[in-house]
Each structure stands twice: as C-alpha cells, then as structure tokens.
C-alpha cells in the first residue's frame, strides 16, 4: 500500500540547515509529484515546494531563497534542505503525494523539527 | 498569493447535527482548462490531515457520504450531513488553481 515516512534530526540550531528525508513506498516517483508541507505548532498548513514527477522543483516564493527539494527515484526517497534557519521554523514537516489536480491523497506520519540553541 | 477564508473559525455540533464550512478565495479557482482546484481536508487531532473531497465535489475513496462539497469560482461550502464522533478535528480548505497551492485556516469541529 502507499506509504510515506519523514526522518530527520528533532532538533536543529539556528542559522544551520535541515535536512529531511521522505521515503515513499507503493508508488513510484517518476508518477507522482510529492509536496512538502509545514506546520507550526497549533498553527495551520503552509505549502513549501514539490517535485514533480519529471523531476522538476517549484517552491513556495516564501521560501524560495532557502529551500532544494530533490530526489533518488532509484531509492523512493524526496529530500528537502532548508538553510538559514530560524527559530520559528519550528514545526511538524509532512511531506505528501500530490495527485496532480486531484488533491494530497497520502501523508506522511510528519516529523518535528524544534530550531534551538 | 490566493488567499482562502475560511468560516466560522470554530463550530460546535451535537452528534447528528449538520454543519456546513465555508471557504472563500481572493481570486476565482477556475483554472483555464475548466477544472476548479479546490479540495478539502480534515486533521484529527495528533494525526495526519487526510484528503475528503477534491475537485470541489469529488469524494475521496473510503469517505463516507455524509461529507460533500459545492462551490463554484469564489465561493465554496463543506457540508457533513450528521457529524459523527470521528468527524471532530480541523478542516482546512485548499486551492492548487494558482501558484503556490494556499490553504485556509482551517474551521476546527468540536462536540457541543
């Protein structure tokens, strides 16, 4: 069945770069788009990027400047890099499949990021 | 950006009641291809938001029929016909028609 699952470091300083990985199974990179999603703590959804399933990227112009999101279809895995954190990039990190026109039909599990010294 | 406002904030519904959520959008969602982007979800709380309707009106596979959408160009509504326990949790409203996708604030359900 389809399935997506964040990893990454739960804590991170500021100023330094997170990195995180989504690694997807039942379905194939190269067939969909996968989108990464962040969430502040009791706050809404703020859509940061995609990789489309050509491999193309587009970024939410917010976060254009300190976002990469790339892949290895040969491993089912989606990375997102953000540099220069700040403290309020604090938040769950979901990435999601992004069904072209037709919604974010599979979530990851999220995983928390706190950006602290 | 395209900016989706969502009401009322909160609601309070009684098991059985049925409570409708808007969704208004700065700009109209529909896309020059004909389609209208705009989809719902619901977050449970501590979970994953999860996908219920998409395409305005389009339920997604295994959400039962109680939930349904309308809506066309600015104006969109989520309607639950008999809220069920499990129904409790926020839903947001979001549009893909423009770049970037946007989200509403979402309308947190809770038990009266």
């Known amino acids: 069945q389809v399935q997506l699952k964040e990893s990454g470091p739960g804590l991170v300083q500021p100023t330094q770069t997170l990195s995180l990985t989504c690694t997807v199974s039942g379905f194939s990179l190269t067939s969909y788009h996968v989108s990464w999603v962040q969430q502040p703590p009791g706050k809404g959804l703020e859509w940061m990027g995609r990789?489309?399933?050509?491999?193309?990227?587009y970024y939410n112009s917010a976060l254009k400047s300190r976002l990469s999101i790339s892949r290895d279809t040969s491993k089912s895995q989606v990375f997102l890099k953000m540099n220069s954190l700040k403290t309020e990039d604090t938040a769950i990190y979901y990435c999601t499949r992004d069904r072209v026109g037709a919604g974010f039909d599979y979530w990851g599990q999220g995983v928390m990021v706190t950006v602290s010294s | 950006d395209v900016v989706l406002t969502q009401t009322p904030p909160t609601l309070s519904a009684t098991i059985g009641q049925s409570v409708s959520i808007s969704c208004r959008s700065s700009q109209s969602l529909l896309h020059s291809n004909g389609n209208t982007y705009l989809h719902w979800l619901l977050q449970r709380p501590g979970q994953s938001p999860q996908l219920l309707i998409y395409l305005v009106s389009r339920l997604e596979s295994g959400v039962p029929n109680r939930f349904s959408g309308s809506g066309s160009g600015t104006d969109f509504t989520l309607k639950i016909s008999g809220v069920e326990a499990e129904d409790l949790g926020v839903y947001y409203c979001v549009q893909g028609t423009h770049a970037p996708y946007t989200f509403g604030a979402g309308t947190k359900l809770e038990l009266k």
């Open positions: 990789i489309r399933s050509d491999g193309d990227t």
